[in-house]
């Protein structure tokens, strides 16, 4: 039965140059998630932060804030991840774009290859990604830089001079996003003891910033196959908004996967690579996967904040000590990371930022 289904021609995600079967998407035995999805339910107690009663930027001074800030920091230090809600993004506006990502991904093959990614750039549309050679992803991806431009020229290869809808959409979330990212920053910074403004200063340039859509179809064989093999995010912070249905999963410090339940209208936040050298390690990049599962489909989108390409990537002398936690990376310039990325297409492990890593 199980050969039977290996054998199952993948009409949805066969976009490259040959037809794929469900067995083309069979991982690496090593990396099989072995899911039952039933398990699923089961609970995780990852930190959920709100950030009710501290929108208005008069609270900055107020007691409720400070708590909240450090309890941002413990959260980044111990997992690298938390949740966010009543965060303040107009939900209309999360809806909206899940809408029209939705009807996006639900388009014949044919139309979504107008906006195909090309070989040497992973941006636009794609269908699974051959980058990851042998272990195929069993997702379609959309990725797409945050310059409005860019936006818009993507959705008029796609939809003609029909694209105002999706253009506006994907403008509008990415702009709520970069608002939301940029006040995480801010909190972190004040809850590890630095200038409001330390972080957000080097984010003046949106260059690199970017969303990736993910779209896992529901999957034959969720065992053996993965939305999302297990990588860090090289950014700065990643916002992630996703539906109700799950399947990300975050790598505990005991070698255990744990799964992220969603919560209605909330926001998964992670450390990404970068932030986590810029603070030596205090806050961490923690490595997480997709699994997929057999009845249902799921839509996350991950908004990956990145510097100015000209900003330095150095710890500040606060978040260090000669003896107790001395300097971990050379200081960067983010463009020098960013080639780093390029040249790898895949995120294996943290090896873009090794290549920073002061060895002793
Ligand atoms: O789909 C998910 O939950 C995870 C997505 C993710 O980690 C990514 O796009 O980097
Ligand atoms: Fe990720």
Same mark, same amino acid.
């Given at each position: 039965m199980a050969l039977e289904i290996e054998e199952e021609h993948v009409e949805s995600l066969s976009s490259m140059d040959h037809?794929?079967?469900v067995k083309n998407? !069979?991982?690496?035995?090593?990396?099989?998630?072995?899911?039952n999805y039933d398990e699923f339910a089961d609970g995780d107690d990852i930190p959920i932060i709100s950030l009710l009663g501290i929108l208005d930027e008069k609270k900055k001074k107020s007691q409720d804030y400070e708590i909240l800030c450090q309890a941002m920091v413990n959260a980044s230090s111990n997992w690298g991840f938390f949740k966010l809600v009543d965060?303040? #993004?107009?939900?209309? !506006?999360?809806?909206? #774009?899940?809408?029209?990502?939705?009807?996006?991904f639900d388009l014949p093959m044919e139309q979504k290859l107008k906006g195909a990614r090309s070989a040497s750039l992973p941006l636009g549309y794609c269908a699974t990604n051959p980058d990851y050679g042998k272990n195929l992803p069993w997702a379609e991806i959309l990725q797409l830089l945050q310059s409005p431009q860019h936006v818009v020229a993507f959705a008029t290869k796609m939809f003609g001079d029909q694209h105002q809808p999706f253009s506006d959409a994907v403008i509008e979330c990415m702009h709520e996003l970069?608002?939301?990212? =940029?006040? /995480?920053f801010e =909190? &972190?910074?004040?809850?590890?003891?630095?200038e409001y403004n330390?972080?957000?200063?080097?984010?003046?340039?949106?260059?690199?910033?970017?969303?990736? !859509?993910?779209?896992?179809?529901?999957?034959?064989?969720?065992?053996?196959? &993965?939305? &999302?093999?297990?990588?860090?995010?090289p950014h700065a912070l990643t916002i992630l908004l996703q539906d109700h249905v799950g399947g990300l999963q975050v790598l505990k410090t005991d070698h255990q996967w !744990?799964? /992220?339940?969603?919560?209605?209208?909330?926001?998964?936040?992670n450390i990404g690579d970068t932030l986590e050298a810029w603070t030596n390690g205090r806050l961490k990049s923690i490595v997480h996967r997709a699994v997929v599962n057999k009845e249902k489909q799921r839509l996350s989108a991950a908004y990956f904040i990145s510097p100015s390409s000209s900003a330095i990537i150095d710890c500040p002398p606060q978040l260090m000590d000669p003896n107790a936690n001395p300097r971990k990376y050379f200081p960067f310039k983010w463009e020098d990371f960013k080639k780093e990325l390029l040249v790898q297409k895949i995120i294996v492990g943290k090896t873009a930022l090794n290549r920073f890593l002061i060895s002793n």
């Open positions: 037809d794929l079967c998407f !069979v991982w690496s035995k090593e990396e099989w998630p072995a899911i965060h303040g #993004v107009d939900l209309k !506006v999360i809806e909206n #774009v899940k809408l029209r990502w939705n009807e996006l970069d608002k939301l990212g =940029m006040r /995480i =909190m &972190l910074a004040h809850g590890l003891g630095l330390f972080f957000t200063k080097s984010f003046e340039e949106k260059e690199a910033t970017m969303i990736r !859509v993910n779209r896992y179809l529901p999957c034959p064989l969720p065992e053996k196959c &993965l939305g &999302l093999g297990s990588h860090s995010d !744990v799964e /992220i339940r969603p919560i209605p209208n909330s926001f998964v936040i």
